[in-house]
């Protein structure tokens, strides 16, 4: 599977936009783009996935380059509760065994 | 979303015994499920692959004779973490994909503790 990079670390004022960023430049044509979150302690939560297209949630908006080789995950209104460990994964279909490696992800803190 | 929950959520046992973590998938079938650990400050680290009916696949370095897994039924999946030790503490987390789709769903963790 693809490997992510993404920062280590972001702030976010509460109620404004967080947009996190996500590089998979070897991305293969039939993998996915996933996102997680773990809240400390908990188990990742997904949040959205999406293959070309820009996907939107109740939760989030997926944003793809038309190349695939970045995407970038937006939470339109953050909340405190949204400070969270957030994980981009490229995954290929699971009939292809496809499995999800997570790299250390994004430290996101939502500040009042 | 789909809900996959986790028995026991910690755990602490004494260094030699075995450890039972049961992962079901409550309101779907899951053909495929996964194992992953977690040490503090550390991102998740996928142990193994266990399909319905087959065997598990492990990934490199993680023995299979020391963390056994079942999957006998579509809905439940087992890691048997065997003779346990101080170093296996850890947080243990399943995951499972509904059957014929493609989403991952996560299971709330297992803490073990090893004294």
């Known amino acids: 599977d693809a490997k992510t990079t993404q920062p280590p670390s972001m702030d976010c004022a509460e109620g404004r936009a967080a947009n996190l960023p996500c590089n998979h430049s070897t991305i293969s044509g039939n993998e996915y783009v996933y996102w997680y979150r773990q809240i400390h302690s908990q188990g990742p939560q997904y949040i959205i996935h999406g293959l070309k297209n820009n996907e939107t949630n109740e939760m989030a908006s997926l944003i793809i380059t038309e190349d695939r080789k970045s995407s970038t995950l937006i939470l339109p209104h953050a909340t405190l509760r949204d400070t969270a460990v957030y994980y981009c994964i490229v995954r290929a279909p699971i009939t292809n065994a496809g499995k999800s490696t997570f790299g250390d992800g994004t430290t996101l803190t939502v500040k009042p | 979303g789909a809900v996959v929950s986790q028995h026991p959520s910690r755990v602490i046992c004494k260094s030699g015994t075995s450890v039972k973590i049961e992962c079901r998938s409550l309101?779907?079938?899951?053909?495929?499920m996964f194992w992953y650990r977690q040490f503090p400050k550390q991102s998740l680290m996928l142990m193994a692959t266990?399909?319905?009916?087959?065997?598990?696949?492990?990934e490199q370095g993680v023995e299979k004779d020391k963390f056994l897994i079942n999957h006998a039924s579509l809905t439940l999946s087992t890691l048997t973490v065997t003779s346990a030790h101080p170093e296996d503490s850890s947080f243990y987390i399943c995951?499972?994909?509904?059957?014929?789709?493609?989403?991952?769903?996560f299971g709330p963790g297992t803490r073990l503790l090893v004294l």
């Open positions: 309101d779907f079938q899951a053909t495929t």
């Open positions: 266990s399909n319905e009916g087959s065997k598990a696949t492990y």
């Open positions: 995951s499972a994909i509904l059957a014929g789709a493609e989403t991952q769903y």
